[in-house]
T-cell receptor, first 116, second 114 residues
Framework: AQKITQTQPGMFVQEKEAVTLDCTYD???????LFWYKQPSSGEMIFLIY??????QNATEGRYSLNFQKARKSANLVISASQLGDSAMYFC?????????????FGAGTRLFVKA | GAGVSQTPSNKVTEKGKYVELRCDPI?????LYWYRQSLGQGPEFLIY????????DSGLPNDRFFAVRPEGSVSTLKIQRTERGDSAVYLC????????????FGEGSRLTVL
């Protein structure tokens, strides 16, 4: 069965510094996708970044990068140069591909607080 | 509209009543998902549609919950005999039917069962 674990309920970071949000996953499917979403206090879910299980390089999107360590089954999100607007809940998610359908499950989330 | 639309945005009902929540996905998105999110928690998977059929309904908590998507577009989540524990934000999302496709979420329907 799929499982996503985010072990950091809350994280603090100083403005302009980098922060890493942890995510580990468990799946028996060799084909899967990993996602990170941001949920500000307003409630909308915002897609940040995607990593496919067969991708050789770590995904990057602006200030976001995904530290993908396949053997360790981890997919940590790195946010560089934190901004006050980065304060939000962050969710790691996984989708199995191919024959497993495209069911996507989410972790419990990490609340990030950016300090001025 | 351009995004995923959910109605109602807020619903207050009494225990034991029947509730319907509607989701209008992005045009062209064949996959549609329902999630339930409690305060401070991650979205909990309920059901996933591929076209008109429920491809995976393993997350529906019990037989009081049912969802349909009769024409492969709009979906309705139906909750019978509501209980106070059903109170949550119900999120709908849609996507293209491919592994790399991110989910596009609606703003959610907040259900409060008194």
């Amino acid at each position: 069965a799929q499982k996503i674990t985010q072990t950091q309920p809350g994280m603090f970071v100083q403005e302009k510094e980098a922060v890493t949000l942890d995510c580990t996953y468990d799946t028996s499917d060799p084909s899967y996708g990993l996602f990170w979403y941001k949920q500000p206090s307003s409630g909308e879910m915002i897609f940040l970044i995607y990593q496919g299980s067969y991708d050789q390089q770590n995904a990057t999107e602006g200030r976001y990068s995904l530290n993908f360590q396949k053997a360790r089954k981890s997919a940590n999100l790195v946010i560089s140069a934190s901004q006050l607007g980065d304060s939000a809940m962050y969710f790691c998610a996984m989708r199995e591909g191919g024959g497993g359908g495209f069911k996507t499950i989410f972790g419990a989330g990490t609340r990030l607080f950016v300090k001025a | 509209g351009a995004g995923v639309s959910q109605t109602p945005s807020n619903k207050v009902t009494e225990k034991g009543k029947y509730v319907e929540l509607r989701c209008d996905p992005i045009s062209g998105h064949t996959a549609l998902y329902w999630y339930r999110q409690s305060l401070g928690q991650g979205p909990e998977f309920l059901i996933y549609f591929q076209g008109t059929g429920a491809a995976d309904d393993s997350g529906l908590p019990n037989d009081r919950f049912f969802a349909v998507r009769p024409e492969g577009s709009v979906s309705t989540l139906k909750i019978q005999r509501t209980e106070r524990g059903d109170s949550a934000v119900y999120l709908c999302a849609s996507s293209y039917n491919r592994a790399a496709g991110e989910l596009f979420f609606g703003e959610g329907s907040r259900l409060t069962v008194l």
